[in-house]
């Protein structure tokens, strides 16, 4: 890999992270192609960069959140870190295959049919705040989104507006549901896999990652500007997608 090839990553990963087409997904892609190292390192420092584009971006919310760890907010994002935990675990315990992009096809055709689903299903004349039920919902949904082409941000902003939440509001909440995500996924991955940078140098590594820091920043101001005309482009996007992996892989 190429100190080119290395920004190339860290673009696709910071865009496809908060954009609803599956990060994950495109980085497998990226590997199956030989255009990205297999190195588990590499891949999880890229996730990390694009944590702190959200704290960038949303800081003002993260200030709140550490000000004020009682509020509603925090506690609703820590409960909907569980069942997305409980979902990963059971995944990377009994469906291993899975995480490695066996059904990635399949992860972006349903990434699809979900969002088409928010678009057409969602309530346009009530919008409810996040609460218990509806928060299960998003970590329950960004559990099903370890599996790589299914979208972590498509899922839980098409989980809490099908609820009725506004989709500002699902948006940023997503956003955040992140940052405990990234950063046990960074810890846990990275302990399993002992850290290891085998197939990228330390300049290509850090290069990615300010890539991916840039361009994550971006999808996430993108996202909450864009958000309230809906997600349709993603649909075929992801559609199209899924279908020409078919053949790709």
């Known amino acids: 890999m190429n100190y080119l090839k290395a920004i190339l990553i860290g673009l696709v990963q910071g865009l496809t992270e908060f954009l ?22 590499f891949n999880l420092t890229l996730h990390l960069a694009t944590l702190f584009a959200v704290l960038l971006v949303l800081r003002k919310d993260v200030v709140c959140l550490l000000r004020h760890p ?20 059971a995944f990377s315990c009994f469906f291993p295959s899975l995480l490695l992009g066996s059904m990635l096809p399949f992860g972006f055709l349903v990434t699809s049919m979900v969002l088409l689903a928010g678009e057409l299903f969602s309530p346009r004349d009530r919008f409810l705040k996040i609460g218990i039920k509806n928060s299960l919902a998003a970590g329950f949904a960004q559990g099903i989104a370890v599996l790589p082409g299914v979208s972590r941000s498509g899922l839980t902003i098409s989980a809490l507006t099908l609820s009725g ?3 500002e509001d699902a948006a940023r909440f997503s956003f955040l549901l992140s940052l405990p995500v990234i950063a046990g996924g960074f810890l846990l991955e990275g302990v399993k896999s002992g850290f290891s940078v085998s197939g990228a140098n330390g300049w290509e590594i850090a290069l990615a990652a300010g890539a991916a820091l840039l361009s994550g920043i971006f999808s996430v101001r993108f996202m909450l500007r864009k958000i309230k005309k809906g997600v349709k482009p ?14 790709i892989l």
Not at 70 to 81: E, H, T, W
């Open 70 to 89: 009682l509020s509603s907010d925090l506690k609703y994002v820590l409960l909907a870190s569980v069942p997305t935990a409980a979902i990963a675990l």
């Open 20 to 41: 609803p087409v599956s990060s994950s997904g495109h980085l497998i892609l990226l590997e199956k192609l030989g255009l990205a190292p297999t190195s588990v390192f």
């Open 165 to 167: 939440v506004e989709r």
């Open 234 to 247: 993603f649909v075929y996007y992801t559609f199209v997608l899924g279908i020409a992996t078919f053949f």
